[in-house]
């Protein structure tokens, strides 16, 4: 175990991120978890555990975090400076620096939405030719080695579950607790945020000719206390770093405080109306008529966040958190 993470088993007060000249202070945000064994998890664990598949038939595989490797906290803090001009312009105090909800929406921006140097991109039209193809990595190290030896140069190619987990290895890093989430049945259509339309003709062929509709997608969670939206006690934020169409053209997006998505608060956070459709769009799909009339024939109001899940704390199976996200379908929401 390295020296940082030796600081971070033994340290019982709050501390935060500034790098000036030789000071270096590391976010103790995960102290608020209170439960030893989610602190465990959430910050000290560099094994993790990357879910795909379908909700029915769910598939994992291993991923490496390695927030305590040598080198790795230079990196970070490079990923800071080089992000700096994002919100703020200019990083001459960095004072900025303080606050976890501007550290995580830098490193949410870094990770593949920057335009120069962001650490990783995504192929156009899965074209991965001329970089590794995106489902080869197994862990963060190589890739973020690979961004900062290389000046800063975006690693071809990544995907969404290397994205949240580069983001993730990151956030550890600082001392912010962070985990990978993967929803199931994630909606890509930017025409209509709340529900997606399918046009099919009489054969059953799909006329839209590109996918509404992904079997999976994969974010990042981490554990803050927003003072910008008045918490006082610390909770999950969820921070999507894969860039999306979003009908003002592509981008991460997040924070946004997970509690305001199941409760459809979508106006009190960053980026609530994306969020919120991402786990509760509804699908239509429309017949397409040989007089260009378009018939209504299907439509379900529960295919996008059918299941959320994450790694289980101590375990290598996976724990489901669709609740956290919303409702059951029917439930009554008492106030």
Same mark, same amino acid.
């Given at each position: ?5 030796? #600081? ?53 595989? @291993? ?27 200019? $990083? ?6 303080? $606050? @976890? ?91 209509? @945020?709340?529900? #997606? ?13 590109? $996918? ?100 289980? #704390? ?6 489901? #958190? ?14």
């Amino acid at each position: 175990m390295s020296a940082l993470a030796v #600081i971070f088993s033994i340290c019982k007060s709050h501390l935060v991120v500034t790098h000036i000249s030789d000071v270096l202070e590391i976010f103790m945000s995960f102290l608020t978890l209170g439960v030893q064994a989610h602190r465990e998890e959430y910050v000290l664990n560099e094994h993790g555990i990357l879910y795909e598949g379908v909700h029915k038939h769910i598939t994992s595989r @291993p991923w490496h975090f390695g927030q305590f490797e040598d080198g790795i906290l230079d990196i970070c803090l490079k990923i800071l400076d080089m992000g700096a001009s994002y919100h703020h312009g200019s $990083d001459r105090d960095h004072c900025w620096r303080n $606050d @976890p909800v501007h550290v995580s929406m830098v490193v949410n921006h870094m990770i593949s939405s920057h335009t120069t140097n962001s650490i990783m991109k995504i192929p156009e039209n899965n074209d991965y030719l001329k970089g590794t193809k995106p489902f080869s990595w197994n862990g963060s190290i190589p890739i973020l080695q690979q961004w900062y030896n290389g000046r800063c140069r975006p690693v071809r190619y990544g995907y969404c579950g290397s994205l949240a987990s580069v983001m993730c290895t990151v956030m550890r890093c600082l001392g912010i607790p962070s985990r990978v989430v993967t929803n199931f049945c994630f909606p890509c259509s930017t025409e209509n @945020p709340l529900g #997606i339309n399918e046009i099919f003709d009489c054969t059953g062929k799909n006329l839209c000719g590109k $996918d509404k509709l992904w079997r999976y997608h994969c974010w990042n969670e981490s554990w803050m206390a927003r003072r910008d939206i008045n918490q006082c006690c610390g909770d999950w934020q969820c921070l999507d770093p894969t860039p999306l169409e979003t009908g003002r053209g592509s981008a991460c997006s997040g924070p946004t405080w997970v509690r305001s998505i199941r409760e459809g608060e979508l106006d009190l956070d960053y980026d609530g109306h994306h969020m919120f459709s991402r786990v509760n769009s509804n699908y239509v799909g429309w017949l397409s008529q040989n007089n260009g009339k378009r018939t209504k024939f299907f439509c379900d109001t529960w295919p996008c966040g059918q299941r959320l899940i994450t790694k289980s #704390i101590g375990s290598e199976q996976f724990e489901d #958190i669709t609740g956290a996200y919303k409702y059951e379908l029917g439930m009554m929401k008492v106030y």
